[in-house]
């Protein structure tokens, strides 16, 4: 830090701006994009980094400015440049696979760089394979799509007219990518404006000193309210990706060793040691760059659940305050987290989104439980074809349901990126060749528990025309896992007239009048199933939650009469909750029933056991 001190009045008024500001980007990104994936399921992040590259925003993650840097250094910068990359080694870890392409505009004030404002997006199509440059057979990056180090897309106001139509030339759908980046740069551009407008109110100094003080709350804030509830010693726990599209469905590792020691300037040590090797597939994640930067700001956010209260937890952004509190360990070059040039990596969520379910799992085992279960993770699904317009696609990213925590249900259909939605049916129908006969709850779906696991979606696709159907999905095999004797939830699955899926498909034909079935993951339980109140469990049966049949199987309440008209037979609930609490105690973990049925992960005994 500088030493400077901030008025604490000037702090909120410039936390505040920055806030506005990164709304304003982002509304103006989703109002003038052209593609779905930006404009209507808002898979898009904007973010404001100061002149040291610190992240000082905080309601969602971004990428990094870094690798910028390393390549155009600030003073070679000129008001109206805007620099873009999709390259994933040479991202510093910031971007996870070619589809999401980032666009970087640097602030000025009195000619000098003073700070940046970014936005990244998952695009329609960057060339590769397979439509949608998402190939879950990949076995390279060069099968993935268009690589672009970091460079000058507009100089001083100037757009690079030949970069663009080499991109646009790569890509299945030009007119898409072409409007997304001119949505993303003059968004950009625009913040760039609002916060170089702040500068000149109150001047340089006053306004990096603020940006100190934020960050400075941030680290003190976890520090004391949340890194201190953390039990002092080493916490040990993974999870697993279930397949990789290349290799036949195995474990792939991801553990996490957390050494926790308050005495320290950096509490928490997070040692990724025990990683598989990177895999042949497309579930890699470059994450050992930069010494994790990006990582410790991506897996922060789990750390909040430690608040006092949901409403603390809401209140706490995400910022570079975060990285002073969090060493990264990171196995040697050639594992999952680590991997080696040119892995393919367009299907790393299954490994990026899992940590997240690996800090809460470590952290539900060193706070006895007060972590949420574990959660949906995201998948893509969709299908292409020719319509009357020609060749289309549509690549949904749905959401499933939230873990159970510790004082109420987990959500149901959420998505782990913030704002992101469903692609709504009635749009959907208008412009592809297909009918939504069904959008809505996957009954039974959650985990049981205390408190239940969100539930996931259930929808059917009619198609019109012979199209094709792709997916790239995890917890197609295992489960969101349960806590503290929580239930898991029911995993991913997709069936055409029947026929089920695999979780990584390229081009299953769909014939005209077939119909896509599709039930995305309920969350993990929290708690045991047989002390939710009978009548909580009823309410869930009259809301087309759990069914009569789970209400008996899942919670020991046998209930009679109809949906409309639920009522709960309190003696013959007694009775089966009796016998069913006579068995066995269920596990801390409930892996659920997927779990034996896969091999190839390391010894696993001492992490599931608490």
């Not at 000037?10 to 920055?18: A, F, K, R």
Request: glycine residues 12%; hydrophobic residues 40%; aromatic residues 8%.
């Amino acid at each position: 830090m500088t030493g400077r001190t901030a008025d604490p009045v000037l702090v909120e008024i410039v936390e505040g701006t920055l806030a506005s500001v990164e709304m304003e980007v982002e509304t103006a990104i989703a109002r003038t994009a052209r593609s779905p994936m930006i404009r209507d399921a808002h898979d898009f992040r904007a973010g404001i980094h100061d002149a040291r590259l610190r992240k000082l925003t905080g309601r969602s993650y971004s990428a990094l400015v870094q690798p910028v840097v390393r390549d155009f250094p600030i003073e070679t910068m000129r008001p109206g440049d805007v620099f873009f990359h999709n390259d994933v080694y040479l991202s510093e870890g910031g971007i996870g696979h070619l589809p999401d392409l980032c666009v970087t505009v640097p602030v000025f004030h009195e000619g000098e760089v003073v700070a940046f404002v970014q936005a990244f997006g998952h695009h329609d199509d960057i060339g590769g394979a397979v439509p949608g440059s998402m190939p879950s057979h990949a076995r390279s990056a060069f099968e993935e799509g268009l690589m672009v180090p970091p460079i000058r897309l507009w100089d001083e106001g100037v757009p690079n007219r030949a970069a663009l139509t080499i991109m646009t030339r790569n890509s299945r759908m030009p007119d898409s990518l072409a409007g997304d980046l001119d949505a993303e740069c003059s968004a950009c551009l625009m913040g760039a404006r609002r916060l170089g407008e702040l500068f000149g109110r109150y001047g340089r100094e006053a306004v990096e000193a603020c940006f100190d003080a934020i960050i400075s709350k941030t680290t003190e804030t976890f520090r004391r309210e949340l890194l201190a509830k953390i039990p002092e010693g080493v916490h040990v726990w993974e999870d697993y990706a279930e397949h990789d599209g290349v290799d036949e469905p195995r474990l792939h590792t991801q553990r996490i060793t957390l050494t926790v020691d308050h005495s320290a300037d950096t509490p928490l040590t997070i040692d990724f040691t025990g990683t598989s090797a990177q895999a042949k597939g497309p579930i890699n994640h470059a994450g050992d760059y930069a010494g994790g930067v990006f990582l410790k700001k991506w897996l922060a956010p789990i750390l909040r659940n430690l608040a006092d209260t949901p409403e603390r937890m809401a209140e706490l952004d995400v910022n570079e305050g975060v990285v002073p509190l969090i060493e990264m360990v990171f196995p040697e070059k050639g594992t999952l987290l680590t991997p080696i040039f040119p892995a393919p990596t367009n299907a790393r969520t299954f490994v990026i989104l899992r940590l997240l379910g690996v800090l809460a799992g470590v952290l539900a085992k060193a706070t006895g439980g007060r972590m949420p279960a574990d959660q949906e993770t995201i998948r893509y699904t969709g299908v292409y074809g020719e319509s009357d317009d020609g060749p289309y696609l549509l690549r949904e990213v749905l959401g499933g349901g939230s873990g159970g925590r510790w004082y109420a249900d987990g959500e149901d259909t959420i998505h782990v990126v913030p704002d992101s939605r469903n692609i709504p049916a009635e749009f959907a129908e208008a412009r592809w060749p297909f009918r939504v006969e069904r959008l809505g709850l996957a009954v039974d779906s959650g985990g049981p528990g205390e408190f239940r696991g969100g539930l996931g979606y259930d929808k059917h696709i009619r198609m019109l025309r012979d199209a094709s159907f792709m997916s790239i999905a995890d917890r197609s095999i295992l489960s969101c896992w349960g806590v503290n004797g929580g239930r898991a939830g029911r995993p991913f699955q997709v069936t055409v007239d029947g026929v089920e899926m695999e979780g990584l498909v390229d081009d299953f034909p769909v014939r005209a009048g077939q119909v896509i079935r599709i039930r995305t993951t309920g969350g993990g339980g929290w708690g045991s199933p047989y002390d939710r109140p009978a009548e909580r469990v009823a309410d869930d049966v009259r809301d087309g939650k759990v069914s009569f049949e789970g209400a008996r199987d899942d919670y020991g309440v046998v209930l009679t009469g109809t949906r409309d008209d639920v009522l709960v037979d309190a003696e013959a609930t007694a009775r089966l909750r009796e016998r069913l609490r006579e068995a066995p105690p269920a596990a801390f973990f409930d892996r659920g029933p997927g779990y034996p049925r896969l091999s190839g992960g390391l010894p696993h005994a001492e992490v599931d056991i608490v």
